[in-house]
């Protein structure tokens, strides 16, 4: 199918931005000029609209979506065990209702890809295929003793991989949960699957003090030094959370070009204290990124909310106002992803692939000529979003999703919550 975009005003985080036309043919933004008179099949008249790169959610557990509100204000303790005792016995079925609630939920808001970290990421994939976003999946590595996964997680994550590496929209990974959860061993063999596949991996990484001071205890080392220690930091490395890393750490990272995801609504609803060190990282060439973090730990999947709160998280405890400009958190959703998962996305530029969102200014957005980036991430949310196109298909138009029940996976995902609840009260 082509698509043509009229009188769009194009953001980029490169800072090419322009007033113009965009026509995307097949999967690909084949054009983009002032002008285009070339007809399409379908016509979206974007005068006084935005046309941004497609947001990237980098860290989430997109099946827990239907779990959203049973975790709320809970000692940290009561968080994890919960989440322990509900994660070991859901079913296929439950996995993918609440993947695809989330799925939607974060087209909603503009996002055209995310990273995930869970187990049963076969199930997602059918709900990412259905759906048709893209998905970077991370087959959760928990060290077998102590894992629910039936059979042994670094076998599984292989046959995932194995499976889907040759897919279009689904990019398989291995994902050791935490250096608290895996061995050296279980490590290694992740880092050997990113090797052996040429895949990123991703994991948690200093997420709360507790982690950090129990691995010094055990290894004499911090996390990064750990890491780093047995060969497992690379390029490919993607580290979720970053809240606790000493500029000894950080300075390691930036060496090996490796990634952080910073998810700071996540952390300050969990009060993980403190606050993710994004200015040293960037000082230090750590690529940042953005993530919303599971709907259990954040509450909803949008992520230009949560850019906003990074911004602002960063001004007030460093007391400067210009710390992370609008500018730099646009880059960390769009741009700074596709630097690790090695993908023509993250622009709006000819021959790059066409996944991006058209957002209404609406009334929180106006005034806002000139300063349209400011605007989108600290006037601007998820509701401003209009059309999010993935890999050239509109998968939701104004408020709707082409061919998707959206009541009836609403009406799923309400059962199996109310299913959790009775669980919990048991
Ligand atoms: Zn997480």
Do not use: C
Request: aromatic residues 8%.
């Amino acid at each position: 199918m082509q698509i043509k975009i009229r009188d769009a005003t194009i953001l980029n985080p490169d800072g090419n931005n322009f007033k113009g036309d965009i026509y995307i043919d097949g999967n690909i933004i084949s054009e983009i000029k002032q002008k285009i008179s070339q007809e399409a099949e379908y016509v979206i008249d974007a005068s006084n609209k935005l046309v941004i790169p497609g947001i990237v959610n980098m860290h989430t557990h997109i099946a827990m979506t239907n779990m959203r509100g049973l975790f709320d204000d809970l000692k940290f303790d009561a968080f994890l065990n919960r989440g322990f005792m509900l994660d070991s016995n859901r079913t296929d079925e439950e996995i993918y209702w609440g993947a695809k609630l989330g799925i939607l939920e974060m087209l909603s808001n503009g996002i055209t890809a995310f990273m995930d970290l869970y187990y049963s990421e076969d199930i997602i994939a059918r709900a990412v295929n259905e759906i048709g976003i893209r998905g970077f999946l991370g087959w959760a590595i928990v060290n077998k003793e102590i894992t629910t996964q039936k059979g042994d997680p670094i076998k599984n994550a292989e046959n995932f991989i194995r499976n889907f590496r040759n897919h279009e929209l689904v990019t398989p990974l291995p994902a050791p949960h935490g250096v608290y959860s895996t061995t050296r061993d279980d490590l290694l063999a992740a880092k050997e699957l990113s090797d052996r596949f040429d895949l990123p991996m991703t994991m948690h990484l200093s997420e709360n003090k507790k982690e950090v001071y129990d691995l010094v205890k055990k290894e004499k080392k911090r996390p990064v030094e750990y890491l780093e220690g047995i060969g497992v930091i690379s390029d490919k490395f993607i580290g979720a959370h970053g809240v606790y890393l000493t500029l000894s750490e950080i300075k390691t990272l930036g060496k090996y070009g490796a990634t952080i995801v910073n998810n700071p609504v996540s952390n300050m609803k969990l009060g993980n204290g403190n606050f993710s060190p994004i200015l040293e990282m960037l000082q230090y060439g750590v690529n940042v990124t953005l993530g919303t973090d599971s709907a259990t730990s954040s509450n909803h999947l949008d992520l230009i909310e949560t850019g906003r709160v990074a911004s602002y998280l960063q001004k007030n405890y460093r007391e400067e106002p210009t710390a992370v400009p609008a500018v730099e958190i646009f880059k960390f959703m769009t741009i700074n992803p596709y630097k690790v998962l090695k993908k023509k996305v993250g622009l709006i530029k000819e021959g790059y692939l066409a996944d991006l969102a058209i957002l209404n200014k609406g009334l929180n957005m106006e005034p806002s000529e000139g300063h349209e980036i400011e605007s989108l991430i600290y006037s601007g949310s998820g509701r401003n979003v209009q059309y999010t196109i993935v890999n050239g298909k509109i998968l939701y138009e104004e408020g709707k999703f082409k061919g998707i029940d959206v009541e009836e996976i609403i009406k799923k995902n309400v059962k199996i919550y109310n299913n959790y609840k009775s669980l919990i009260n048991s």
